[in-house]
């Protein structure tokens, strides 16, 4: 068996934690390949090293040198260094400012922690680095080149038993550092897992996996033991923050399944993600509840609409014009919803539907601002009768007026849109229906 582990940001905190984490690496031999984020909050109120690095980009890209968030930053690791009984890392923190001040790239810069964490542990447990600017190569086009980035780390591996692997970048087509988007080590470890066939994949971070809905709007919600791929990307793009959204590419492919576990509660279990043909159905029609506010409808109505060719296509049109993706497109005989990201659309709304109008001529537009969707998920839903009745009833009775739905195409998820501020209300409604009842 080879287990791929990655460690979050707070179990590379400090000397304590990263201890925490050999520990975990020393009880299991099946625990071979490691990939380890950049050092997280210790506290509360800490900043994380990957922000420091972008504040010191900041500072480099305005003075040419490296200021006082570099200080910060290399107080961290010789911080890190001293409480793991290791020789001071002055000199490859000061070579790593020059670089810095050299390439003066954003990627490359918040890709230090990464780097320099990396090479910490592998000191630390005397197991080989290897530098994922040498195995993680993306195309011109910037995307991950899984290909050659599964060839060459699994070269790159090949006669080693154990290897530590920072998370989080790789090097793109012009032969310069590229990171992923924030909370990338993630997909680095999915890669790692893939490049090496592993047999499981295990992120280690500071929760014991994914919760039937968020915390912050329900008291003490369920544990989810068992997702699909699917189901957890349907959580995860609607904001369940567990593990990053993009990181089940790699894995699903190659039916790796994936265990969320807890640096610091080492004994929970945890939940594990598997492909559908490997998943147990638990009885339960819902598995997580997950959402998301600030969106903003547009909805165009038109009679005779279902027969007038390329009218979707003229107002997608529009929005590709301005370089706004939209998240669905709930659509009726005569009526179309287009939902948006508030945020991205915000500062042209009215320009794009000025457009809208020129170019798709609809009977009527309506603006909708301030929308929460809350996605309803399981794969129990579509093997359960009356489950649509039971959720629009259990709205209904909390108060809540629908905006929108979306059943999608997936058959595992209903996406539900109401206003900003009857979003936790929304939650809480839904959630007491299909997890504090009984009956399911
Ligand atoms: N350190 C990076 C971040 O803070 C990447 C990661 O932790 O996954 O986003």
């Known amino acids: 068996m080879i287990k791929v582990c990655k460690f979050g940001g707070t179990s590379m905190a400090d000397g304590t934690t990263v201890r925490r984490v050999a520990a975990i690496l020393e009880s299991d031999p099946e625990r071979k390949y490691v990939v380890v984020s950049a050092p997280g909050k210790r506290y509360g109120a800490d900043v994380k090293v990957t922000d420091l690095l972008y504040e010191t980009h900041a500072e480099v890209a305005e003075t040419g040198k490296c200021g006082p968030s570099y200080m910060k930053v290399c107080e961290r690791f010789e911080s890190v260094a001293r409480e793991l009984g290791l020789p001071s890392p002055a000199e490859l923190l000061a070579e790593t400012g020059r670089e810095i001040e050299r390439e003066k790239s954003a990627d490359f810069t918040a890709s230090r922690g990464e780097y320099l964490c990396a090479r910490l542990v592998s000191g630390f447990l005397g197991v080989p680095f290897v530098d994922a600017r040498d195995v993680v190569k993306f195309t011109p086009d910037g995307k991950l080149d899984g290909p050659r980035t599964f060839a060459l780390t699994a070269a790159a591996l090949a006669g080693k038993e154990r290897a530590v692997l ?72 609607m904001g369940a923050d567990v593990l990053h959204s993009e990181s089940i590419f790699p894995v699903r492919e190659a039916e790796i399944p ?10 929970d279990e945890g939940t594990l993600i598997v492909p559908v043909s490997r998943y147990r159905y638990t009885g339960r029609a819902v598995t997580g509840i997950a959402g998301k506010k600030n969106f903003t409808v547009i909805l165009l109505e038109k009679a005779l609409m279902n027969a007038e060719i390329g009218f979707t296509y003229r107002v997608l049109e529009v929005l590709y014009r301005h370089n706004i993706s939209f998240e669905h497109i709930p659509s009726g005989i005569d009526t179309m919803s287009f939902v948006i990201d508030s945020e991205a659309i915000g500062g042209v709304l009215d320009e794009v539907c000025a457009e809208i109008r020129a170019a798709a001529r609809p009977d009527s537009m309506r603006v909708f601002n301030d929308i929460a969707l809350i996605a309803v998920v399981g794969h129990g839903m579509s093997r359960t ?45 839904v959630y007491e229906e299909f997890f504090d009842k009984t009956d399911d």
Not at 408 to 418: A, F, Q, R, T
Request: charged fraction near 25%; charge should be neutral.
């Open 258 to 267: 994936v265990r969320i576990k807890n640096t610091f509660r080492p004994g």
């Open 166 to 237: 920072p998370g989080f970048y790789g090097e793109g087509a012009d032969g310069k550092v590229k990171t992923f988007s924030r909370g990338g080590s993630d997909i680095s470890g999915a890669i790692l897992a893939r490049a090496v066939g592993a047999d499981l994949y295990e992120n280690w971070t500071d929760v014991s996996g994914f919760l039937a809905a968020d915390p912050r709007v329900v008291a003490s919600p369920a544990p989810i033991e068992m997702l699909s791929y699917r189901e957890l990307r349907e959580l995860s793009y």
């Open 385 to 429: 009768i009356g489950i649509s009745a039971r959720l629009f009833d259990a709205i209904a009775r909390a108060g809540v007026n629908v905006r929108m739905i979306d059943q999608g195409s997936s058959e595992i998820d209903i996406i539900v849109g109401v206003e900003n501020a009857q979003y936790e209300r929304t939650i809480r409604a």
